[in-house]
Structure formats: C-alpha cells, structure tokens
C-alpha cells in the first residue's frame, strides 16, 4: 500500500502503559517538567475518584473532591469527570484517558459487551458499502476479545450467550477459531488455552483507510463505548491507508496476528531480498564446457555429436542469461566442493532444456498419475526424483518404502561388505546384493513418517517422523546413513535443497531448522511462527527458505542469517503447502482454507488469490517456465491455474485484481447465489445474511466454508484463472511435481 | 454440554468417589469438555499430515503423547469404531462400542489370517497434453450431468435465465470452424470428385488437431443415423480412414470412439437398401480399417484385438444372426490375421458349413458370399505356407474333416489348393499340439 503509516493505536498502547505521564487530560495545559508531574498527580487522583464513585463512598469523595478544589487545579475534576469534551477527542493523544477513566461506567454493566458489539454489528450493516469490510474486519477481534473479557471477569454464561448470538457473524472467515474459542468455559481455559493466549499478548492487525478508521473512532466515541474502544487500544494494530484506494473484501482488510506489528512487517517486507539464480561454481562450468566441447569435436559425425554441439549452444545461451541473473559469489551460500555429479547433472539439465515442452494456458501438460494401492489410509506423503527413476512414500506404521520407477531391481549393499575393500566399479558392483525386488523398505523411525524428499542425483532420501527425528537414507546402500536430532515435536516437513547438501526441517515445536547433511545438529533455527510449522521450501538458489504454518501465514527466511525477511498475509487456514517458480520469483501457497495464494517474493504482495478446489490442497508445483500452476488436492482433482496474467496488472495488482473479481461476479454468478442460500438456511438472520451477500458478491473466498465453519461447501466459485480440472477416481492427490522437461507427474493413494 | 453432570457423577462413583458436590460435576463437565476439544484439535493435526480426513484413534493417541499424556491403549483397530445405542429409558441414549468376545482357545486353533497385499502402483496418464484420455483408469466425465443439472436449474427459475458457463472452455478458432463447415458440406455433396478432395483434405492437412474429436463424432452420427446409405458409409468410413492416416494428428485418444463405427459396418445386419449388392465391399472396407487399427495400437493396448475379435467371433457363432453379419464377422476375423483364423475360425468351419449348406437352398447369393469369405479366410492361412501337398481324394476326404464337405469341394477347385489343404493339415496339427500341452 502506498499510504502514510499513522499507526495510531501504536502510539497509544504506549501512552496508556504508561499512565498518563506524559499526556496531561483534555482540558489541562502540560508544559515543562512540574507541570507534568502536577498532572500525573492529577490523573491518580481522578482514578481513586472514579473507584470512590463506583463503590458508593460519597463521603470520602466528597472530601477528595474538596481536597482538590483547595490544590487549586484549574479544571475541577467533577466537570472533567462528568462530561468529557467528544470534540477533543479526535487526537488521537486523548484516547487513553478517555478509556481509562470512561470505561468505569460500563464496568459494572454485565451487557455492556453485548450491547455495545450489538450496536457496532448494527452501525456496520448500515454503513457504506467503501468501508463495510473493513468494519466488518475490525469488529471480528472486538468480538473475540468482548467474549474473553466476559470470561475473564467470571461472567461465563454471559460469555457463552454472546458467543451464540454473534458467533455466526464470523464463521464464514474465521470457523477454526471461533469453535476453539466456543469450547472456553472457565478463566483458567482462557488463562491457558494457546488460541486464547495468542489473542491476549500480540495485536490483531486490521488494515483500513483513513476514512474507514476516523468513522469507526467517532462512532465508538459518539456513543461512549469505552470496553469496545479499549479493547481497539489495547489488542488491535490498525494501520490505515491514505489516498483513493478501496478494501474490496474482508479479509483484504484482515492482516491477522503475526506476532509483529504491522511496522514491523512493513519493514520485514522491504528488506532487500536476492532472487537471481544460485551461481555456477567456475569449475563446473569449465568442466562442462571441455565435456561438451570434446564430444561436439569428435571426428565421426554422427548425432551424439550433433546434439553435443546443439547442447554446446543452448549451454552458452544460459550461461549468458545467468550471469546477467544471478547472485554474486559472495551473497550465495557456501557448498561443499564439486564431485562430479554436478557436472553430470548440467549436462542432464541442459538435455531436458533442449526437450522441454513449451507450456502455456493454450498448452496444457501432460500428466501422469502414480496411483498407490492397499495403502489402507497408512500412507502420509509420497514424492517421486528428479529423475522419475524413484518414488518414496512415507507410511504410519514408521517406514519409509520407495519404489523403482523404471521396475529396475533396486540393490543394496550385502551386509557384510567392507568398504575398506572396495575401489573400483567393479568391486562396488560386487558387493551389491545378488537380486532385488523393484521396491524396498526402508526401516528406522519409530513414528509415521510425515515427510520424504530425494536429493536431486537421486543418492540420498530424506524422511521426518513423529518420533523427532529427520533420517538421512543412502539409496546406494539402502541403510540410514544419519539420523538427525533436535526438534523437540513431531517432524512434519523435509526437504532438501536443490544442490543438494543442505536441507529444511518444519516441526510441531514451530519453527524451522536448517541443516546440513555433514552435521547432526541444526545449523539455523528460523523462529517466528506462532504454530506448527507445516511446510517447508527451498528457494531455487538455495539462499531463501520458505515455511507454511498453522499460523495462517508464510514466511521467507534468509538462511545465512537465519531471520524472517517476509511475512505473507491472506490466507484463511492453516497453509500445508508451498512452491516457488523456477524463476525464483514468484511463490504459490495453499492449504485447509482450499485457496491458493499467489504471491510476488519481491513485494510481498498477493498477485492472486485462486479458488476453485473443494478440498484441503496438498501439493502444488509451478510449470518451468512459472506460467502454469498445478494443484493436487484432497477433492480427489489436480487443477491447472494461469499465473502471468495478473503480472500485467497496474501497480496496484491487488486492488485490480479484486476489482475485476468483483465486477465479475456482480453479474450474477450463480454459484455465489447458492451459497448464500446455504449460508441462511443454516439458520443466520437476516441482517448477517444481507451481510454474507455483500461478502459473497466481492469476495471468492467467502464462500470457502459454509455456515457450520466445517470446509465442505460444495460449490465453490472457480477463479478465471483455472483453466483445467482433471479429476482421479477417489484418489486424493499427495503430490504433484513437474519434472524439468514440464511432464506433470501425480502421486495419490486410492481410498475407498 | 457434551457430558451430562449425571455422567460424571457415575464415572465418579465408579472410580470410588461416591458423592460429588453439584458445583465440582458442573465444573469437572466444562473442563473434560474442553480439554477433549483440546485434545481433538491436536489430533486433527495429525489427521491432516497423515493425509486423511477422518479422525484415527491413533490420531488421539499421538496427540496425548505430544502433551505428554499417556495414550490410551486397546482402542486402536485398522477399522472405524462402530458404535451402538443402548436405550436406558431413564436418561438420554448411551452409544457404546460393540467389543466382540473372542474365544482364545478357539482363536489360536484357527489358520493365520492371509498376510495383506503389499502397497503397489500403478501408473496411468491422467492427462495427454491438457485431455483427459478416456480410459479406464479415468473417473467417466461428470459434464453431461452437470449441463443436465444446469439446464433443471435453468427451467426452474427460468426467470433469470442464468447462462451456463460450461466447465471447460474448448475455444474453436473461426477458421477451423469454417473449414469444418466446409468440408461436411463437401462430404455431403453428390459429386464424388468434391468428395474426394474433402476426405484428402483430412488426410493431409497439419493444422486440423482440434478438429480430430468433431472428425471422429461425425463419423460416429452418420453411421448412426445412414445404416440405408451405402454412399454415405462409404464416405464416412473414408473419413476415418483419413483421419487415422493423416500424420499429423494424434488419434489415440479417439480410437475407442472409431472402433464401433466400424465394426458397425463391419457386422450391421442390413446395410443399404434391401437387395442391393453394394455393401459387401463396404463390409470389406470396414474389416480392413479395423485390422489394421489393432495393428497399429495392439502393442500398446494389449485387450483390444482380443475384445474385437470375440465381439466379431460372437457375431460369426451366433446362429440367429442373418447371414450378412456372418459375413462381415468372417471377413473381419480374416483380416485380423492368420493365427486368428487357425484358432477361432478354422475349428468352428465345419459345423458352420453345416448351417450354411441349409442355407444355400434359400437365399444363395448370401450364402455363396459367405463361403467365398471362409475360402478367402483358407487362404489367408495357406498365405505363408510353403510346402504344398499333392491332390488327391484322400486330403479331400481329411479337409472335409475339418472344414465340411461342400467347402472341400470348392477348395478342391481352388488354384491354389495345394497349399491351402497344406496349412489347414498343419494349422490342425498345431491346435492338437497346444491342446495337449
């Protein structure tokens, strides 16, 4: 957004922390040091004034009221206290005390909460349609906080009467939290429930614009409702923009807790990020080079040769393009020294450069489906090389079994072979076991195996547990060769980088760690999510990891120095799933809320927000040219969905986008039409439903979850962008890759 | 309130607490509730990484132990937990779970339980550049349905008439349509010559890839629709031929949508006008295209000559079939090759012959046809025979053995005689060879 950052509430938290030092009341002149000393001594005792009030001792009021006309204050604290001046109270300097010495007359008052949201809920209805969603943004963290107020002060019953009457307001966007927060009985829960906590210590960030803000600040002044507008002080960030810009959708206007202030995740975002390719190590290059220069210049002609020269060609042109890209030595991260496989594997890439399928929204891939059967629901994650020569899957009952692809018998090593003995081919083919079945299991964790990825040269597997423990398997041998330790939760994400060498844990215990592969502990711990971490992704130059969470969020972390450079705001539910182009510049993320999310690395910013699928999304892959977008999902299809298109947006890319969405859908879609039936029939009133129409209108997200706050809305509005659907026979889709020459491969269990 | 104060109270009496004041119950309710939430919500995550969408007793377990609780042992089972309801009349329902008893003694006598398939996959294209291949492996397109719900929907509130967008968009360029156009109009048009130039058109031009399913429909609909029209089958089958010949286009995709086109014309029991002669060479035609199909796509789909050859063998061994559709059966089964005629036609020759010489007295042209399609299917099998045999009655005698007298007599007549009865001798041989292994 291009707005002036007031950050009001900000300042003001500060300021009411504080007390009123360094703020004298409205009407009270606060220069110079003793002045403000006098005033500080005032506010005190307007505050044993007000407790006097409110437990009924007139008399020692009485007498403190004279005691202070008899100090000489220019202003008597009755009239401060009876009527205080709403005029002044637009600056914002003046919030605190208001709140603090104004909400005394609505302690008492165990409807107050519910009478003040109820008018607020109302004020909204009745707003303009410009500033309706971010109202209706902003009254969702008053209700949470309104209703754990109640259960803080013991009212329970009121507490739970609220959350019935309101409760369905909300469900649309926030169904999780508000069935967790529905299950609060008593103030110890609150006290210690983990959802509950996180509402308590961090601020709810809500952006809105100028105008919004100002109408929302007079009305709650208007009316005196000073709970309502302490709990906008105390746990909300509000963060407006300026200039003719409109928030189209609700949770366009919802940031969310991210356990930052959005300052701060202004600054997290407008860090300088390096995005270009990884560089070639010069020896790798030359290596390469002298291989395919050799070959080109043999004497026979014959096509060996010719394609040599051809590769010869197309490896000039990339190296070229990635000089002009990539990152200096210096910002990319160390590697260990080449040991030939690289070589092999430039080789390969520029083959598969050479024959790789041009994609386009015209050009749809091919994909072929792995489909795994009698896995009897034990399988959690499956993944296939780079090569298509392996697939691994990671199964409950602890083991890790890959498959060969090309129904080759895979060999390991005899048990008691000696490495000592071995040094040549030959040798090494000798001590290979005899026969082979064309799949394996590979046995040591003591827990499901959440997660498994294959190095690029297709040598080593990676596999994560329940039982805290990342594995390192050699497909040589066939043994773990590693078991790494450190995470102190179940494991549910690993992945390696792309050279290899290098790779990412996510883990229950919310955060992330870098490892390499010659150490058994963590080298970086990227610490920051307020949930589980779900999924992790390297950046395609290996400088950047990228991490899905519970959180709602998704984050980018600079893996030489181990902090979070972007935060990604947007989705509704937990994110399970990330891709970056190959390109490095774009990243897909998706999840429970069935909603991909596009964003721009660079900016930070949501390029698109694609719907369409009807189930929890799994697995996404971006084609090599970052034009298409595929998604595998538990709804039983693997979707392809346009990407560049939003990129020719104005510089508003957001803003436009939901502009066109909305005028898209004004005409009449009937999808929309049908969920908002849906959305009555489960029994909202009248008001909210009118409301559910205006969000349903503007807004593809909205209609992800039917009024029950359980994701299984049938028909769901599909993005523009979607441009194909193929559907499985009731096989949930794991993953889906793309391998380098854009063949789309897909892996699903069959369930009955 | 999911537990009933009276619930608790009972699980307190059980575990030894016989009397709890009303205020703990009432609080002791609240807190179990919540921390069952609790629990599930923790669970859920793991339902989620495991990629499921139902709740495992394994999923709680391990939830309970990332809280450092101890699990709860006995309840885990491959199978969903049924539960059953037991009225207590005083109370609300009791659901329990229905533990069977199981005898020890008697489990431990009986056989181990076979051991579990292993978990294999298997592969399949979902998607040929963007198509969904219509194959078995692939869910049935659910598209007529939903246009036949969009078009209910439509006539219901037919007030705002709601245009449906279909589910996938298959832009057609104008100039394709047009040429489309054009060339169904050629193909329809009296002059052969303009025909012609149409069905070469197809067989030629590069650039007509997203005609090929339009191509192979209007190939399906006439043969529907012109079962009469000898002239226009023959187009029609000229068309396919087209398509399948042009070597640009990728019909694989299409094939199970040509194939009972042709054997349509292949075993149609009338084709043309009643009396005319025409649709023999039609049947002919339509034998040949299908042969060569199964040759072309046989190695990679390895059922479908297998599922061409019984639907025609079906038609050839059905006795109330008129004896046109024998003859499209014979022919197409000759055209599938020699080993098809050794194993399916050859053995049931002689008892056909036996139907087809009563049928000689009453309709002759029918029948004569059809054992000039069964000598020609003999000389299939004599095409790649060698050695010849001298004649004599005696091979005479041994050929009606197998094939019946009266086509043992017009093979007798045959040129080529001396290799056929050679084959046929050899081609029985073989049979009684295999039969005895």
Same mark, same amino acid.
């Given at each position: 957004m291009s707005g002036r950052n007031t950050d009001a509430f900000d300042d003001a938290s500060v300021a009411g922390s504080n007390g009123a030092a360094n703020g004298g009341p409205g009407g009270i002149g606060n220069s110079g040091n003793g002045n403000r000393r006098q005033a500080s001594q005032k506010q005190v005792e307007k505050i044993v004034l007000q407790y006097l009030k409110t437990k009924g001792y007139r008399n020692a009021e009485k007498a403190l009221r004279e005691d202070a006309i008899m100090d000489g204050a220019e202003t008597t604290i009755g009239d401060l206290a009876s009527v205080f001046?709403?005029? @002044?109270?637009?600056?914002?300097?003046n919030v605190p005390e208001w709140v603090l010495f104004y909400s005394e007359a609505e302690?008492?008052? /165990?409807?107050a909460y519910s009478q003040s949201y109820r008018e607020l809920r109302r004020w909204t209805d009745s707003s303009l349609d410009v500033y309706r969603h971010e109202l209706y943004a902003v009254s969702f963290p008053i209700f949470v906080h309104a209703y754990l107020d109640l259960h803080m002060r013991g009212l329970h019953e009121k507490a739970a009467e609220f959350m019935e009457q309101y409760s369905r307001d909300h469900v649309v966007h926030h169904g999780k939290d508000i069935e967790t927060l529905t299950t609060l009985k008593t103030k110890a829960h609150v006290e210690e429930n983990a959802l509950a906590k996180l509402y308590r210590e961090n601020k709810y960030g809500i952006r809105m614009t100028r105008v919004g803000f100002e109408l929302l600040l007079s009305f709650l002044q208007d009316h005196h409702f000073t709970l309502l507008m302490r709990t906008v002080n105390q746990y909300l960030n509000i963060r407006t923009i300026d200039g003719a810009?409109?928030?189209?959708s609700e949770s366009e206007a919802d940031v969310g807790?991210?356990?930052?202030t959005q300052n701060q995740l202004d600054h997290f975002n407008s860090q300088d990020i390096a995005l270009g390719s990884a560089p070639l190590d010069p020896f790798v290059r030359d290596e390469v080079e002298r291989t395919l220069q050799s070959e080109a210049g043999r004497?026979?002609?014959?096509s060996t040769t010719e394609e040599a020269s051809a590769l010869l060609d197309t490896f000039a042109r990339a190296k070229q393009d990635s000089t002009t890209n990539a990152l200096s030595a210096r910002d990319a991260i160390p590697m260990p020294p080449p040991r030939g496989v690289e070589i092999e594997q430039q080789i390969a890439n520029l083959k598969a450069l050479r024959k790789r399928v041009a994609l386009s929204p015209a050009a749809l891939p091919s994909v072929c489906m792995y489909t795994l059967h009698n896995t009897d629901n034990t399988m959690n994650c499956a993944t296939v090389s780079e090569d298509l020569s392996l697939m691994a899957g990671g199964f409950s009952e602890s083991y890790v079994k890959i498959w060969s692809l090309k129904r080759e018998p895979l060999r390991g090593f005899q048990?008691?072979? +000696?490495? &000592?003995?071995?040094?040549?081919e030959e040798d090494m083919e000798a001590v290979r076991e005899k026969t082979g079945e064309d799949s394996r299991k590979l046995i040591g964790h003591s827990g499901p195996v959440f997660g498994v990825d294959i190095s690029f040269d297709s040598k080593y597997l990676l596999s994560c547990s329940e039982d805290k423990t990342a594995r390192l398997w050699s497909l040589d041998t066939m043994t773990n060769v590693v078991c790494y330790r450190g995470h102190n939760y179940p494991i549910w994400d690993v992945s390696f980088a792309p050279q290899g060498f290098y790779f990412a844990t996510a883990s229950h215990d919310r955060t992330a760690r870098l490892w390499s592969c010659?150490?058994?502990?963590?080298?970086?711990i990227f610490a920051g999510?307020?949930?589980? +971490?779900n999924c992790v992704r390297f950046h395609p130059n290996a400088k950047y990891v990228v991490t899905g969470s519970c959180d709602k969020t998704v984050r980018l972390w600079d +893996?030489?120095?181990?902090?979070?450079v972007r935060v990604f705001t947007g989705h509704t539910g937990s994110v399970d799933t990330v891709a970056i182009s190959p390109d490095g510049r774009i990243m897909a993320s998706a999840g429970e809320d069935q909603t991909v999310n596009v964003w721009d690395l660079g900016s930070g910013r949501r390029m698109e927000s694609l719907t369409g699928h009807t189930g929890s999304v799994y697995s996404l892959a971006f084609s090599q040219e970052g034009t298409l977008l595929l998604s595998g999902s538990a709804d039983e299809t693997v979707r392809a969905w346009d990407i560049?298109?939003?990129?020719?947006?104005?510089?508003?890319p957001i803003i436009a986008q939901r502009q066109s969405e909305q005028d898209q859908s004004k005409a009449a879609d009937p999808d929309a039409m049908d969920v908002d039936s849906d959305g009555k029939s489960a029994g909202n009133n009248a008001g909210s439903s009118e409301k559910d129409k205006a969000d349903a209108a503007s807004n593809?997200?909205?209609?992800?979850?039917?009024a029950a706050g359980i994701?299984?809305?049938?028909r769901v509005a599909e993005?523009?962008?979607?441009l194909k659907t193929w559907r499985t026979k009731s096989t949930p889709v794991y993953n889906v890759t793309m391998t380098k020459r854009n063949l789309a491969i897909a892996i699903g269990a069959f369930t009955l | 309130m999911i537990y009933s104060k009276a619930t608790i109270k009972s699980i307190s009496e059980s575990i030894g607490i016989p009397r709890l004041k009303d205020g703990i119950t009432t609080a002791m309710a609240q807190d179990v509730e919540y921390r069952l939430h609790e629990i599930i919500v923790e669970a859920a995550k793991f339902m989620h990484h495991s990629r499921r969408t139902k709740l495992t007793v394994g999923d709680i377990n391990r939830a309970l132990r990332v809280r450092n609780v101890e699990p709860v042992y006995g309840? @885990?089972?491959g199978r969903p937990s049924k539960f059953h309801r037991a009225t207590t009349g005083i109370d609300d329902d009791v659901f329990y779970v229905d533990d069977e008893m199981i005898d020890l003694d008697a489990a431990l006598d009986e056989a181990l339980p076979s051991v579990p398939p292993s978990v294999a996959y298997t592969a399949h294209w979902l998607a040929i550049e963007g198509v969904q291949p219509r194959i078995q492996q692939n869910p049935v397109e659910a598209e007529p349905d939903a246009q036949a719900g969009a078009k209910r929907q439509n006539t219901g509130n037919g007030a705002d008439a709601v245009e449906t967008i279909l589910e996938v968009k298959h832009v057609l360029s104008k100039e394709l349509q047009l040429y489309y156009e054009c060339i169904t109009e050629s193909l329809r048009s009296s002059d052969s010559v303009v025909r012609a130039t149409a069905v070469s058109s197809i067989a030629a031009d590069a650039g007509i890839h997203q005609l090929v399913t339009y191509f192979v429909q209007y190939v399906a609909t006439t043969v529907k629709s012109n079962l009469r029209n000898v002239d226009t089958l023959t187009t029609a089958l000229a068309v396919a031929r087209a398509v399948r010949t &042009? /070597?640009?286009?990728? %019909?694989e995709p299409y094939m199970h949508q040509l194939i009972p086109s042709l054997l349509t014309c292949v %075993?149609?029991?009338?084709?043309? @006008? /009643?009396?005319?002669?025409?649709h023999w060479a039609l049947r002919d035609n339509a034998a040949e295209q299908v042969s060569e199909i199964c040759k072309q796509f046989g190695q990679v789909y390895h059922t479908l000559q297998p599922r061409v050859a019984r639907t025609l063998l079906r038609a050839f061994l059905?006795?109330?079939?008129p004896l046109s559709t024998h003859y499209g059966a014979i022919t197409g089964l000759t055209a599938l090759g020699t080993s098809v005629v050794r194993v399916l036609l050859l053995p049931n020759m002689r008892t056909y012959m036996a139907l087809l010489d009563v049928e000689m007295e009453k309709q002759e042209e029918e029948a004569r046809m059809c054992q000039n399609a069964l000598v020609r299917a003999l000389r299939k099998l004599a095409e790649h025979y060698e050695d010849e045999v001298g004649l004599s009655h005696m091979q005479k005698h041994k050929l009606a053995e197998v094939v019946g007298t009266t086509l043992a007599g017009v093979v007798y007549e045959d040129p080529q005689a001396g290799k056929i009865m050679g084959a046929v001798a050899a081609a029985v041989a073989e049979t009684k060879m295999s039969n005895q292994e």
């Open positions: 001046p709403a005029s @002044e109270m637009g600056s914002d300097a302690q008492g008052n /165990p409807d810009v409109q928030i189209a807790i991210t356990g930052h004497h026979i002609k014959d048990s008691n072979f +000696v490495p &000592n003995s071995v040094n040549s010659d150490h058994i502990y963590a080298l970086r999510h307020l949930s589980d +971490v +893996v030489q120095r181990g902090s979070c560049k298109r939003s990129s020719t947006a104005s510089d508003h593809g997200d909205s209609k992800k979850r039917d994701w299984k809305s049938k993005s523009d962008a979607l | 309840f @885990e089972s &042009n /070597p640009h286009l990728f %019909v %075993v149609s029991r009338q084709l043309g @006008e /009643p009396g005319s002669s025409a059905d006795p109330t079939k």
